[in-house]
T-cell receptor, first 110, second 115 residues
Framework: DQQVKQNSPSLSVQEGRISILNCDYTNSMFDYFLWYKKYPAEGPTFLISISSIKDKNEDGRFTVFLNKSAKHLSLHIVPSQPGDSAVYFCAASGNYQLIWGAGTKLIIKP | KAGVTQTPRYLIKTRGQQVTLSCSPISGHRSVSWYQQTPGQGLQFLFEYFSETQRNKGNFPGRFSGRQFSNSRSEMNVSTLELGDSALYLC??????????????FGPGTRLLVL
């Protein structure tokens, strides 16, 4: 039973364009959502987060949107840069648990 | 501040053996969580320790166990290894643990190969 789903295993985007990564969740108890980025041979690093009381959080080129009624969040990266090529994980927090999606591999084409 | 360190970085074992992985959290962090990452499965939560107590546990068999020491360092043990245990094992540390608003800081992982 996957409580957090990232339905796109990979995404390819042209450098300079917008990258949109999506994440869906099923459990209404989640009250905090995070995005992590992972390069090969390294552990995930924190990127951006959002509380369930907000619908948008922005940090530089990264914006996370939360639609609670749809149980959906998305990460927007604008503009996309070659260094953004990595695997992106979304995670949902609640009740002393942190549940992770399977990840989306983002490839930025020059 | 030094980051989260994990040892060893790579390990090859055979079926039936046991293995112990080590994680040293960021100084001052009292929570250590362990995850298993396999291709296409994302990060599967194993357990979380806070101040030497296991506070939460994922859906893994009893062959997977852990502990935390008074200096917050943590070890994870897997007994009677199976081929399916081949994975990247990640540990993460934080101040308060798996609570909203807390950021988990990950180590580089230990890649375990079971032959």
């Amino acid at each position: 039973d996957q409580q957090v789903k990232q339905n796109s295993p990979s995404l390819s985007v042209q450098e300079g364009r917008i990258s949109i990564l999506n994440c869906d969740y099923t459990n209404s108890m989640f009250d905090y959502f995070l995005w992590y980025k992972k390069y090969p041979a390294e552990g995930p690093t924190f990127l951006i987060s959002i509380s369930s009381i907000k619908d948008k959080n922005e940090d530089g080129r990264f914006t996370v949107f939360l639609n609670k009624s749809a149980k959906h969040l998305s990460l927007h990266i604008v503009p996309s840069q070659p260094g953004d090529s990595a695997v992106y994980f979304c995670a949902a927090s609640g009740n002393y648990q942190l549940i992770w999606g399977a990840g989306t591999k983002l490839i930025i084409k020059p | 501040k030094a980051g989260v360190t994990q040892t060893p970085r790579y390990l090859i074992k055979t079926r039936g053996q046991q293995v112990t992985l080590s994680c040293s959290p960021i100084s001052g962090h009292r929570s250590v969580s362990w995850y298993q990452q396999t291709p296409g499965q994302g990060l599967q939560f194993l357990f979380e320790y806070f101040s030497e107590t296991q506070r939460n546990k994922g859906n893994f068999p009893g062959r997977f166990s852990g502990r935390q020491f008074s200096n917050s360092r943590s070890e994870m043990n897997v007994s009677t290894l199976e081929l399916g245990d081949s994975a990247l094992y990640l540990c993460a540390s934080s101040l308060g643990g798996l609570v909203p608003g807390e950021t988990q800081y990950f180590g580089p992982g230990t890649r375990l190969l079971v032959l």
